[in-house]
């Protein structure tokens, strides 16, 4: 659920069956995160875990802490879940601040690199943004602009980049054909991270400017728009972008 993956044959079965037991007797360090995120005594759906489960149990690794997420999941010890517990709901807060910094700082770059690419890619390049947000600011912005996107940072004297898709863009594909300027890389057919030196970050955006044109995108017209319901013109407010 976490990664998204289709809820087909198997898997399907799988979620169904841990959905129920997750509801029912939910194990302790998951026990102490629904009961924070108001969830224990509930009928745990997918999109419970979508939302309010696996973000804060990935914003621990996202901050650099993965090992915390681990602790609450394996400790014996009730005060210590409960310490985990808040202490990593903290870490999804500040992962929401600095994923909004990092949004921010990208703007401009992000509106002159999607024009300079034909309205077809965009890049950003920004070594303040935090290694572990960079793939949700190019997701935002793949989403934003509707076309695939990268975000570049920096950790440890290296470039570090995410690449989310848009328009059935096989990110796979696209980082093949890049594969010389990069040390390392890897994803599936939506999403995918590369690491290369800094000072190849100038020849890696030369490269995007000749390979773009070539990649075949979806037409925006073809994307299926999947509506869940109906909003009531009085849900328009600010307090819903809050939400």
């Known amino acids: 659920l976490a990664d998204m993956m289709p809820l087909l044959d198997e898997n399907r079965v799988m979620v169904r069956q841990g959905l129920k037991r997750m509801s029912s007797a939910p194990r302790p360090g998951l026990r102490s995160l629904l009961e924070r995120q108001r969830l224990l005594g509930k009928n745990i759906e997918s999109r419970d875990i979508g939302w309010s489960i696996s973000p804060v149990i990935n914003a621990s690794g996202r901050m650099g802490e993965?090992?915390?997420?681990?602790?609450?999941l394996l400790s014996a010890?009730?005060?210590e879940r409960e310490r985990l517990a808040d202490y990593i709901i903290e870490l999804n807060q500040?992962?929401?601040?600095?994923g909004e910094t990092g949004w921010q700082q990208v703007q401009q770059q992000a509106r002159?690199?999607?024009e300079e690419h034909g309205k077809r890619f965009l890049?950003?390049?920004h070594p303040e943004i935090h290694r572990g947000v960079t793939g949700i600011?190019?997701?935002r912005l793949a989403r934003h602009y509707k076309v695939p996107s990268a975000v570049v940072?920096?950790?440890a004297n290296k470039?570090?980049?995410s690449v989310r898709s848009a328009r059935g863009l096989v990110v796979t594909d696209l980082l093949a054909t890049l594969d010389d300027l990069l040390d390392d890389w890897g994803g599936h057919d939506a999403a995918g991270g590369f690491h290369l030196p800094i000072a190849g970050v100038e020849d890696l955006k030369r490269r995007l400017l000749e390979v773009v044109p070539t990649i075949t995108l979806e037409d925006e017209a073809d994307e299926n728009t999947e509506i869940d319901a109906e909003l009531p013109l009085s849900y328009l407010t600010p307090k819903l972008l809050d939400i």
């Open 77 to 79: 010890d009730p005060g």
């Open 159 to 161: 470039a570090v980049g």
């Open 153 to 155: 940072s920096v950790l």
């Open 66 to 72: 993965p090992d915390k997420a681990v602790e609450l």
């Open 137 to 139: 600011i190019a997701g």
């Open 123 to 125: 890049i950003v390049h």
């Open 112 to 114: 002159e690199s999607y």
């Open 94 to 98: 500040q992962r929401r601040q600095v």
